[in-house]
């Protein structure tokens, strides 16, 4: 059985800093790409990062140089680190591997 949980979200002033986690059980992120995306009220979801298989990174570019993602494959997690938050990241945050999805995590940032 494949579960992904996401944690770390919560509410934070703008120019905080959070950090993500999408901690996997039954497929393993050091093979597999995992991908965060977000869905802000009313809006559609949006991809945010994703880490390839093999290390590569690609941001979306309201987070590029803002945002890093990263993973721990020892304990088969993947990382959101967010840096210098606005009030436009407010959203849920999902983790995607393969065909499955998390609940998902509330990001609030208030101005």
């Known amino acids: 059985q494949v579960q992904l949980v996401e944690s770390g979200g919560g509410l934070v002033q703008a120019g905080d800093s959070l950090r993500l986690s999408c901690k996997a059980s039954?497929?393993?992120?050091?093979?597999?790409?995992v991908t965060w995306y977000r869905q802000a009220p009313g809006k559609e979801r949006v991809f945010v990062a994703v880490?390839?298989?093999?290390?590569?990174?690609l941001y979306g570019d309201s987070v590029k140089g803002r945002f890093t993602i990263s993973r721990d494959n020892a304990t088969n997690t993947v990382y959101l680190q967010m840096n210098n938050l606005k009030p436009e990241d407010t959203a849920i945050y999902y983790c995607h591997l393969h065909v499955y999805w998390g609940p998902g995590t509330q990001v609030t940032v208030s101005s």
């Open positions: 880490l390839g298989h093999l290390g590569t990174t």
């Open positions: 039954g497929r393993s992120v050091s093979i597999e790409g």
